[in-house]
């Protein structure tokens, strides 16, 4: 069975990466920019994972199941916060979310 | 059964402590009597044990005194680079046990007077905790084997008259009081702390047998030198000329306070510095000399003010300052025991004085004014009878106690070939009669009660006790140096051997004993005529006195000089320091500061804008640069030549 080589890997992260990153800044709906982390954060674990693989060492792959743990509790933490928002907002939308201005 | 009482011997020590300590932790939980009780206890305990000590150590050879003294308690406290090694030692001779003596045994009672007399008081246990912690610090004063324990002793002497006198702290008099009497307390501490830097400077050790023991070896120069700042210390701890205002002022204090720390023991902790001090003033005549001085001095001077006062406190303060001044007086020319026995027979009839005057004070509902006493005798017999007693002892009338110790002072100053510090002595001892009678007179005689306060004649057992025992032993404590009995002398004749007056205090020369007596009885004969068979005369007298009257009201004026010689100019300093300084230029700073963090502030602002993905779009180009710094400009040979 033909290894695929690390390279390729690495790409599909960096671009799943840069899809997160994009998503992140262009859409103003808070539940699509949480989505647009969740992307960012397994773009990093595909790259702890192919590491781990290419390199046969468990610590990439004990980082992911970290990783997926943090996530799970930042997305928790973050729809709270859009739930409690919206409820006293009727609406959801970032740009008109700012009064922490300084 | 005697290893026992001298192995307790720390014990006398730590007694009072515990009873501080405990009263001050575990007080508030306990009924206010559980305080007084262990107050008393503690006292009681280091007063048996110090009794257990004295028969003991006393019927020893005198040098067997000295070896037990200093060989048992031995304790290891600091050692100084590169020479000086402080050790915790006591030192338990015939004079700090006379000390020891009086310290507990006239403490005891009259901790047992606090116990009715503060019943009252809203803050009954913290009175016992401080006492107690008085005791303790004050028997570290006299059990220290080395001046720097000394000083610990002295200084926590000073913390505890100021804690008492302004024991009610809600008076601002009262803590105007205690300010004033621990700066000028600190003032005699620093006096002794040069002593010692003097000493540790030509002897390279603060403790006594060391420094004693190298006398000769120290010029007389540094010799006088090291005498004259001890006398400072001695000067500010006994209120002695020049820092004598803070005694009276010290009288704001609780009255079991004054008998026992303004004039029993605390003030004269000079008189027992100066004689444990004494072969350095023997080898230092001009020291020695000047101490004299000082003492006959402030004797006469303070005998003069309690002429006039009305406080029947501050004639009492007046009257200790006069009697601390014989004491002064007489280890000044080098008759330390004569000293010594002045300062027991004091504090038994100076305690007794202060106690029938509380008792009087308790009373009539505070009251301290003598003018508006008078008539007490038939409402107050006990405190009249006790007073009585006192004020013939201390007046200095056979066989009373007093009698015998003044004789013994003024007897030694004539042997010392100073003609006019004996007219000084023999003139005060005059003066003596008269204001005390004065005193009698104004309080207990003369007419009916003046006051306006009702007269509670009912007096706790607690009180009177110990005044009592306080009055017979008024009476009977001369009686230790009668002739060819003449304990005391004895006693002490181990400490001070050599001392330059050794002859015994019971010789009486039969001329001199007499004519003081005289004097005395002149004295009260005069206070007599004026304040009881004729009142119109005293106030003529007072009318012709004129100016002198009201410079001796003001005491010589000695608290106006003070304030405008050196607190007026402090505060005036202060005051433009404040005006021209720390308006404009020290506050500016912190403002100054204030601006400048606002000015930054208001820069990093703008990037604060509210917008989840402007602090995105931040973030993003923020890891983007650092990633571009990171593989081009720091690492970027590496990641060049990578394949």
Request: hydrophobic share 60%; with cysteine.
């Amino acid at each position: 069975m033909p290894q695929v080589p690390l390279n390729l890997y690495l790409e599909l992260s960096a671009v799943l990466f840069i899809i997160g990153v994009i998503g992140f800044l262009l859409r103003r709906n808070p539940i699509t920019m949480l989505m647009a982390i969740e992307l960012m954060w397994n773009a990093g674990n595909l790259a702890f994972i192919a590491f781990a693989r290419n390199f046969i060492d468990m610590s990439g792959q004990v980082f992911a199941f970290l990783v997926i743990t943090v996530a799970a509790a930042e997305a928790a933490i973050a729809l709270a916060i859009v739930v409690m928002v919206f409820r006293r907002r009727e609406n959801a939308d970032v740009d008109d979310i700012s009064v922490m201005r300084g | 059964m005697a290893d026992f009482f001298l192995g307790a011997v720390p014990l006398i020590l730590l007694f009072p402590l515990i009873g501080a300590a405990t009263i001050a932790f575990f007080g508030p939980y306990a009924h206010r009597s559980a305080s007084a009780f262990i107050g008393c206890l503690s006292i009681g305990l280091s007063f048996v044990l110090t009794v257990g000590a004295a028969l003991v150590i006393l019927p020893l050879s005198p040098a067997q005194q000295a070896i037990y003294a200093h060989s048992n308690f031995v304790g290891y406290w600091a050692h100084l680079p590169p020479d000086l090694i402080i050790s915790f030692r006591l030192l338990i001779d015939p004079l700090s046990l006379l000390w020891m003596l009086i310290i507990t045994g006239v403490g005891l009672l009259i901790h047992v007077y606090s116990v009715g007399y503060m019943a009252s008081d809203k803050n009954y246990r913290t009175f016992f905790a401080y006492m107690n912690l008085f005791v303790f610090t004050m028997l570290l004063l006299v059990m220290a084997d080395n001046f720097l324990w000394l000083l610990v002793g002295w200084g926590g002497v000073g913390l505890a008259s100021y804690l008492l006198i302004g024991f009610n702290y809600d008076r601002p008099v009262a803590v105007l009081a205690a300010r004033k009497a621990l700066i000028m307390n600190v003032i005699g501490d620093v006096g002794i702390m040069i002593a010692m830097f003097l000493m540790y400077a030509h002897v390279g050790s603060v403790a006594y047998q060391n420094v004693f023991g190298h006398v000769s070896q120290i010029g007389t120069s540094a010799l006088t030198w090291i005498g004259v700042w001890l006398l400072l210390g001695a000067v500010a701890k006994s209120a002695q000329l020049p820092l004598q205002t803070w005694l009276p002022d010290a009288m704001e204090g609780p009255t079991p306070v004054s008998a026992l720390i303004h004039a029993a023991t605390m003030v004269t902790a000079g008189v027992y510095l100066i004689a444990r001090a004494h072969p350095i003033y023997d080898n230092a005549p001009a020291a020695a000399e000047l101490v004299a001085v000082i003492g006959g001095v402030t004797a006469l001077f303070a005998a003069t003010i309690g002429c006039v006062q009305y406080d029947i406190k501050r004639v009492l303060a007046y009257s200790t300052m006069s009697q601390i001044g014989y004491m002064i007086l007489a280890v000044g020319v080098g008759a330390y025991a004569a000293g010594a026995f002045h300062f027991m027979t004091h504090a038994f009839f100076k305690a007794l004085l202060f106690m029938s005057a509380g008792i009087v004070i308790h009373a009539l509902g505070g009251e301290q004014d003598i003018r508006k006493m008078g008539g007490l005798a038939a409402r107050l017999p006990f405190a009249y009878w006790t007073f009585l007693v006192g004020t013939v002892a201390i007046a200095g009338i056979f066989p009373f106690a007093g009698f015998f110790s003044k004789d013994a002072v003024v007897d030694a100053v004539l042997n010392s070939h100073h003609p006019w510090l004996f007219v000084l002595a023999v003139i005060t001892a005059g003066l003596t009669g008269f204001y005390m009678f004065r005193l009698v007179f104004l309080t207990f005689l003369t007419g009916a009660y003046r006051g306006d306060h009702e007269v509670h004649a009912q007096t706790e057992r607690t009180m009177t006790v110990p005044v009592a025992i306080l009055a017979v032993l008024s009476l009977i404590g001369g009686w230790i140096v009668l002739p060819h009995h003449d304990e005391l002398s004895v006693m002490l004749s181990s400490t001070f051997g050599d001392a330059r007056l050794p002859q015994s205090m019971a010789e009486f020369s039969g001329a001199l004993s007499l004519g003081l007596l005289l004097i005395a009885v002149a004295g009260i004969a005069f206070a007599w005529i004026a304040y009881q068979w004729r009142p119109q005369i005293a106030a003529a007298f007072h009318r012709s006195l004129g100016g002198l009257h009201a410079l001796l009201s003001n005491a010589y004026y000695f608290d106006t000089i003070y304030h405008w010689l050196f607190e007026w100019p402090v505060l005036a300093f202060a005051q433009w320091l404040r005006d021209a300084f720390e308006v404009d230029a020290i506050d500016s700073l912190p403002a100054l500061a204030l601006r400048a963090g606002g000015y930054f502030a208001s820069l990093s602002n703008r990037w604060e804008t509210g917008y989840l993905r402007r602090y995105g779009l931040t973030f993003v180009v923020g890891a983007v640069l650092l990633l571009f710094i990171y593989l081009f400009v720091a690492h970027g040979a590496a990641v060049g030549a990578a394949p």
